[in-house]
């Protein structure tokens, strides 16, 4: 079974700074996919990154980058340069590489950003 | 370009009864659809998926049930709700493109009285 769990319940962070939301996760299978979703007020589930495990360089999308630790099974998300339209809930996720793209998702983490 | 409907956006029903939500995506052929509900205030649990008409796998035993009568179609329904079906219940689509990327419909929040 995997396994993923985010121990952040909620984080703030003042515009314009730096903040990291933490995930380990757990899996038996060697080819994994792990993802970060933002879900706004609106509910809209919004993908921000993903990440091959195969692949040793991290993941950057302009401000969202990622750090992975495969040997820890650590995957959290930094944030740069935090805007207000980054106060939301955002939930890793993990996909194993025979499931057909079904996800396992932590329990998410709401982030707020203060003005 | 692809899009994915909900319907309805919300709806209040009353124990006992029955449901039937829809989910439908335009633009695309033979997606993998999946259907996921979220309790309030945490993640979201994958309920049953489906990777072609008629075909349809359940993650988690419960009163629910779903079916796929057309390739873009994707039904959850229940003869019987319970309270605890309340939430919001996401559905999903992926084209088993790259890492089977999963895009999501706007949701249904289903509160059960």
């Known amino acids: 079974a995997q396994t993923v769990t985010q121990s952040q319940p909620e984080m703030s962070v003042q515009e314009a700074e730096t903040v990291t939301l933490s995930c380990t996760y757990d899996?038996?299978?060697?080819?994994?996919?792990l993802f970060w979703y933002k879900q706004p007020p609106s509910r809209q589930m919004i993908l921000v990154i993903r990440q091959e495990a195969y692949k040793q360089q991290n993941a950057t999308e302009n401000r969202f980058s990622v750090n992975f630790q495969k040997a820890a099974k650590s995957f959290s998300l930094k944030i740069s340069d935090s805007q207000l339209g980054d106060t939301a809930m955002y939930f890793c996720a993990l996909q194993g590489g025979t499931s057909y793209g079904k996800l396992t998702f932590g329990q998410g983490t709401i982030l707020t950003v203060h003005p | 370009s692809q899009t994915i409907h909900q319907w309805p956006a919300t709806l209040v029903q009353p124990v006992g009864s029955p449901l039937s939500l829809e989910c439908t995506v335009e633009?695309?052929?033979?997606?993998?659809l999946y259907w996921y509900r979220q309790a309030a205030g945490r993640g979201l649990q994958l309920l049953f998926y489906s990777v072609g008409i008629g075909q349809i796998s359940s993650e988690v035993p419960q009163n629910l049930s779903a079916s796929r009568p057309q390739d873009r179609q994707f039904i959850l329904s229940s003869k019987k709700l319970l309270l605890s079906d309340s939430g919001f219940y996401l559905c999903a689509w992926s084209d088993g493109g790259y890492a089977y990327e999963q895009y999501f419909g706007p949701g249904t929040r289903l509160t059960v009285t």
């Open positions: 633009g695309t052929s033979n997606p993998n």
């Open positions: 899996t038996s299978e060697n080819n994994y996919y």
